[in-house]
């Protein structure tokens, strides 16, 4: 949720992925290329689904015990 409201917000993904994993993290160069990148894009891709409904996956079916 909190790649969501940076990517809501208008904040890069790269911005997002600093605030997520901490500046040590994040390289300087080969952003492109790297991990959290992709990391950060699904976060944020993730994110815009459930805002849009997609949550309720997570309530499912429940299942009985008899």
Known sequence: ???LDGW????SYRDIAT???G??????RGWKTFDLRN?????????????????RALLGRA???R
């Open 8 to 11: 809501l917000e208008g904040h």
């Open 63 to 65: 299942k009985r015990i």
């Open 1 to 3: 949720m909190r790649a």
């Open 19 to 21: 605030g997520l994993f």
């Open 39 to 55: 990391r950060t894009i699904r976060l944020v891709q993730t994110g815009v689904s459930m805002m849009r409904g997609g949550y």
């Open 23 to 28: 500046r040590q993290r994040v390289p300087e």
